[in-house]
């Protein structure tokens, strides 16, 4: 064993010596004037008060995250430095430094609750923050969607909110929506995507029909938001393809079957195999807008829209430029690494 091994041994035992010295003196053991009970119950004080230090300690980490990306937000060289000694410090990995600009990677969750900090370390709310960024950060969404007294009301209810509790609070707090037209869908406001679209050459589509030494290589590195609880998808795609697109690339972006296959214009002739066919999928409530005419099928993102109209947060992949309103992947930008062949 190395020298350095049996440092980091020494100092875990000389830790776990002067933690179990603490509980012994100062927590457990009780005085002449210190019921047993009155012991016990200090015990768990101390637990409780880790516990919520270490939540703390979360949002004051992102409050100085924030600090920092705005200090050097206009000094190239320092920023990436920033972020690197991050890196090197396992706060942030590679791809969430690569990924940096997705609406819902993790950087970006740690800088909303960074910027919220003030509001989060509130006596109120405090105690009620689990000590894990991707809760905190829909506690966050919480809060401004619903005010700060709703949602420490709702977080309340739980003696240890999930993901998943506040996800269904947001849901169920929700302002009613506008009803009259099915396929309108509501606001996003934490990056999910309500609308993919994209236009898959054959050439972008053979990453998706080769096979891999892991099965879970395209997942790790197709870059791309989760959709939406209720979300729509619109692809061109050469018919030959639509097998691997089916099987492949809607569900890694949570889709399953397609709603409906449309060619862009009638067909004439038997052959169709040169053709390229119209994708449309659901997911959730939304229903795609019935067309009696397509707009403009060459054009996939004006499609893309007359099917999943007033949609917030779309997301188009494999773009060949960028589009206003638009959050478009451009080559590389898909890639968080590109997948290996086996």
Not at 108 to 133: D, N, V
Request: net charge negative.
């Amino acid at each position: 064993m190395s020298l350095a091994a049996n440092d980091g041994e020494d100092r875990a035992e000389r830790m776990a010596d002067r933690l179990l010295s603490g509980i012994s003196d100062n927590a457990l053991s009780p005085d002449a004037q210190c019921p047993a009970a009155v012991a016990a119950e200090a015990a768990a004080d101390k637990v409780a008060q880790h516990w919520v230090n270490a939540a703390e300690s979360l949002v004051l980490a992102c409050f100085h995250l924030v600090a920092g990306l705005e200090t050097f937000a206009e000094q190239p060289e320092l920023f990436d430095a920033f972020l690197g000694r991050l890196v090197a410090k396992r706060v942030l990995s590679e791809n969430d430094v690569l990924a940096r600009l997705k609406a819902n990677g993790k950087l970006a969750m740690l800088a909303k609750i960074g910027r919220l900090a003030q509001t989060l370390l509130q006596e109120s709310l405090l105690p009620l923050l689990p000590a894990h960024y991707s809760i905190i950060y829909q506690i966050c969404l919480l809060i401004e969607e619903v005010g700060f007294d709703r949602a420490v009301e709702e977080l309340s209810k739980h003696s240890e909110a999930t993901r998943d509790d506040v996800i269904k609070a947001r849901a169920a707090l929700k302002p009613p929506q506008d009803t009259a037209h099915g396929s309108q869908p509501p606001a996003q406001n934490d990056g999910s995507a309500q609308l993919f679209a994209l236009r898959l050459t054959s050439q972008d589509a053979r990453f998706f029909a080769n096979e891999y030494g892991r099965v879970d290589a395209l997942d790790e590195c197709l870059r791309r938001p989760p959709p939406a609880d209720d979300a729509g998808f619109v692809a061109i795609v050469p018919i030959l393809l639509m097998g691997t697109i089916e099987l492949t690339l809607m569900p890694l972006l949570g889709f399953g079957a397609p709603q409906g296959l449309f060619f862009e214009s009638p067909v004439h002739q038997p052959e169709i195999t040169d053709r390229e066919v119209i994708v449309v999928a659901k997911r959730g409530k939304f229903r795609p807008r019935h067309l009696s005419a397509f707009p403009s099928a060459k054009n996939v993102l004006v499609l893309a829209e007359s099917f999943f109209p007033s949609c917030v947060v779309k997301v188009q992949l494999f773009a060949e430029a960028r589009a206003d309103g638009w959050l478009s992947l451009i080559g590389d930008e898909n890639w968080a690494e590109r997948p290996t062949v086996r």
